[in-house]
Nanobody, 127 residues
Framework: QVQLVESGGGLVQAGGSLRLSCAASGRTFRSYSMGWFRQAPGRERDFVAAITLSGSNTYYSDSVKGRFTISRDNAKNTVYLQMNSLKPEDTAVYYC????????????????????WGQGTQVTVSS
């Protein structure tokens, strides 16, 4: 089992940047595929980005492609989401998620793919 704790959220002006971090407990972090999702008020939780075990493959939603970058440091048990050129529509609670093992036939963009979730961190982008 893994526990996930997000940090780095906050209030930023449009066009600004934030870096979210998700720290995982345990010594098997490198065995987990990782994802970021977000949920805006009144909306369903949406996929943002995902990364494979070694970090060799990444996936992004169309809405963040080219602006956000997901990365991981397996030595620090941490996955990051660098968010640049932020827009008001990026305002949401951002969640970190983990899946034990490879994605295989599972869709990294589907929240049902993931077994573990963090508590979320609020990101607010003002216009």
């Amino acid at each position: 089992q893994v526990q996930l704790v997000e940090s780095g959220g906050g209030l930023v002006q449009a066009g600004g940047s934030l870096r979210l971090s998700c720290a995982a407990s345990g010594r098997t972090f490198r065995s987990y595929s990782m994802g970021w999702f977000r949920q805006a008020p009144g909306r369903e939780r949406d996929f943002v980005a995902a990364i494979t075990l070694s970090g060799s493959n990444t996936y992004y939603s169309d809405s963040v492609k080219g602006r956000f970058t997901i990365s991981r440091d397996n030595a620090k048990n941490t996955v990051y989401l660098q968010m640049n050129s932020l827009k008001p529509e990026d305002t949401a609670v951002y969640y970190c998620a983990a899946r034990l093992g490879l994605y295989m036939a599972s869709d990294p963009k589907n929240e049902r793919t993931y077994n573990y979730w963090g508590q979320g961190t609020q990101v607010t982008v003002s216009s």
